[in-house]
C-alpha cells in the first residue's frame, strides 16, 4: 500500500521523470506538451518548491514516486479564495489502488487550510473519464465544458470544468 506525501526538492528528478511519463502516455489528458513543459523543468519545480507558501505538490509512493498532484493558489489578491489543482496524474501500475482518491484528498485538505480559500477548481478533458469520475465521487461539480479545447495530432478533445465548494464541503451551487 503506499502513501502520501508533500514533495520537497529531493523528490524534483523523480517528479520531472513522472511527468514525462503522464505527457507521453496520455497527450491529450493535459495541455502541455513534453517539449514545451516549462512548469515541470528542474528550475522551474526548485523555485516553486522553495517558494512553498502558495504552491503545494504531493507525490504517491509505492515503491518509488507512482504519482503526483500540484496544488496552487493565485497571487493576485482578487483571486486568493481560490485553489486550483494541476498535473494530477497516477501511473498505470498503481491506479484502482486508492492513490488518485488519495492525492486529491491531500490537495483538498492543503487546500482547506488555506487562508480564506472557499474553494478548488481544476479541469479534465475527455481523454480522461477515469479521472472525471474520480473528481465527481470527491464531490466536485462541473461547471462548464469547452468543446475541441486541446488538439494533438489529428485528434481533438473537449475539457470539463469542476468546482468543490469548500464552505459547505458540497459541490459549489
Do not use: N
Not at 494541476?86 to 492525492?103: D, T
Amino acid at each position: 500500500m503506499g502513501t502520501v506525501r508533500l514533495l520537497t526538492p529531493h523528490d524534483i528528478p523523480a517528479c520531472v521523470a513522472l511527468r514525462r511519463e503522464a505527457l507521453e502516455a496520455h497527450p491529450l489528458s493535459f495541455g502541455a506538451s513534453p517539449a514545451g513543459d516549462h512548469g515541470f523543468a528542474e528550475d522551474a519545480l526548485r523555485r516553486a518548491m522553495a517558494e512553498g507558501s502558495w504552491t503545494a505538490y504531493f507525490g504517491w509512493f509505492d515503491s518509488g514516486l507512482a504519482g503526483m498532484v500540484r496544488l496552487v493558489r493565485p497571487a493576485e489578491e482578487k483571486r486568493r479564495h481560490m485553489a486550483y489543482i494541476h498535473s494530477m496524474y497516477v501511473s498505470a501500475r498503481c491506479r484502482g489502488q486508492g492513490a488518485g482518491r488519495a492525492l486529491l484528498a491531500a490537495a483538498i485538505d492543503q487546500a482547506r487550510g488555506w487562508p480564506g480559500v472557499i474553494q478548488v477548481q481544476l479541469s479534465v478533458t475527455s481523454d480522461a473519464p477515469e479521472a472525471r469520475r474520480l473528481y465527481g465521487h470527491m464531490g466536485f461539480r462541473e461547471w462548464g465544458a469547452q468543446p475541441r479545447a486541446l488538439r494533438w495530432g489529428d485528434r481533438t478533445v473537449d475539457e470539463y470544468h469542476l468546482i468543490l465548494d469548500l464552505d459547505t464541503g458540497a459541490p459549489a451551487a
